[in-house]
């Protein structure tokens, strides 16, 4: 079955300093990655996804993932932090669903970032 | 508009009470979800409707009831609830083309978060 597993629940650097969210999938197929944001008391953005086009997926706020099958990767980078950029970040696989034909998420646990000034 | 709008934000009540949440988009989309999430957890699918049927109950208790009036409008009646039912609850939506159903993004509303006493 496909999964996702986010390697560091917390991530803290600082302002300026280059964010790397990890995020490994275990599958025997394509699988189709997403990323998504939750600021507090709010609910989740989508940052960017991987279905097949491009390896390289760049999405909003300037992060970008790298999918690499190599490595069952799809890592989450943003060149530079910024204090806004702390927040929640999920990384999610879709699969169908036992005994549907629906795709649905399938979430890691989760990492915190914190930018420190 | 990429929106989906959830009422109440917040909502407290009693264990013996009769409360309902409210979801509502009008981006076209087909599949709607209610989502419950716990503090520093990833969201947990609860239900899952497509072209206005439940098409997915990840074998939630009765006292959460979902419904559907209509394409845009997606309900959670809850009754009898117990403390640890207590979270934010998300909405979300997600087109549904044939197809499609993998790499459609899924677009979350803001949450109600639920307090139960």
């Known amino acids: 079955a496909q999964s996702v597993t986010q390697l560091g629940s917390h991530v803290s650097v600082s302002e300026g300093a280059l964010v790397l969210l990890r995020c490994n999938y275990s599958s025997s197929v394509p699988p189709y990655l997403f990323w998504y944001v939750q600021y507090p008391n709010q609910g989740l953005q989508l940052l960017l996804k991987y279905t097949s086009a491009a390896t390289l997926v760049k999405g909003i706020n300037g992060f970008e993932a790298e999918f690499k099958k190599s490595e069952t990767s799809f890592h989450l980078t943003k060149p530079s932090a910024h204090m806004s950029d702390a927040a929640e970040y999920f990384c999610a696989v879709r699969r169908r669903s036992r005994g549907s034909t629906l795709g649905r998420l399938y979430f890691g646990r989760g990492t915190q970032l914190t930018v420190w000034p | 508009d990429t929106e989906v709008t959830q009422t109440p934000k917040h909502l407290v009540m009693g264990m013996t009470n009769k409360k309902s949440l409210k979801c509502e988009q009008h981006?076209?989309?087909?599949?709607m979800y209610w989502y419950k999430q716990k503090a520093k957890k990833p969201p947990e699918l609860m239900f899952v409707?497509?072209?206005?049927?439940?098409?997915i109950n990840e074998s939630v208790p009765s006292r959460f009831s979902p419904e559907c009036p209509n394409s845009s409008l997606l309900n959670l009646h809850l009754h009898a609830l117990q403390p640890e039912d207590s979270a934010l609850y998300l909405c979300?939506?997600?087109?549904?083309?044939?197809?499609?159903?993998?790499?459609?993004?899924?677009?979350f509303g803001p949450g109600t978060r639920l307090t139960v006493l």
């Open positions: 409707y497509s072209y206005e049927k439940l098409s």
């Open positions: 979300a939506s997600s087109q549904e083309v044939w197809g499609r159903e993998f790499t459609d993004t899924q677009y």
């Open positions: 981006m076209g989309h087909r599949a």
